[in-house]
């Protein structure tokens, strides 16, 4: 994370109740996005993610991923989703789900003071930070980018799917990192 995203400025540590450390690493921004902060997971990647339905998960086969959240900064209090993406990390160990990119996850309550989100879609990984390579027969690192949806986009997502509802943030020219921004018009 640090050759991608720099050197984090913050960090904070949570752990849950028969699961591992989770930690989450605040990245200033810095050259031409200035203006961009980064929140990123560690520790959600040191156990595989096991299918639900297994009667005994593999400690070693499955597969692994971070969390990225990336906002504008100074917009609105987000250094408060530290808490809420510990949680969102801890959802493999606690919940027994494989969080995958097309994925909603769900917080229960607003992402920080004043979101318009409790919920966030997993994106595609790939473009910020590369997959980490780890001795086989451990599958990868995946660094799986957060999108922060409204409630009304995460009903019309659960109903026309991840790739609808990206083609209609595309379409409007949404920005994602936006921390106060509307919901996109679902009409």
Do not use: C
Not at 137 to 144: I, T
Request: glycine fraction near 10%; avoid cysteine; hydrophobic fraction near 45%.
């Amino acid at each position: 994370m640090r050759s991608s995203l720099g050197e984090p400025d913050a960090r904070a540590a949570v752990t849950f109740l028969g699961t591992d450390r989770i930690e989450v690493l605040r990245f200033p921004g810095g050259g031409q996005e200035g203006d961009i902060v980064r929140y990123a997971t560690l520790g959600m990647s040191s156990q595989p993610m096991a299918d639900p339905t297994a009667v005994l998960a593999d400690p070693v086969k499955g597969p692994r991923a971070e969390l990225v959240l990336s906002v504008r900064a100074g917009l609105a209090d987000t250094d408060k989703v530290l808490r809420p993406l510990a949680v969102l990390a801890a959802s493999p160990q606690v919940e027994g789900v494989i969080v995958a990119p097309g994925a909603s996850l769900d917080v229960g309550e607003t992402l920080w003071p004043g979101a318009p989100f409790t919920s966030v879609l997993v994106a595609e990984p790939g473009g910020l930070v590369e997959d980490l390579e780890l001795d086989a027969p451990l599958d990868p690192v995946r660094f799986l980018p957060l999108l922060p949806m409204t409630a009304n986009e995460a009903a019309w997502k659960r109903v026309h799917g991840a790739p609808a509802l990206q083609e209609r943030w595309l379409t409007h020219g949404t920005d994602l990192r936006d921390p106060s921004r509307r919901s996109v018009p679902l009409g």
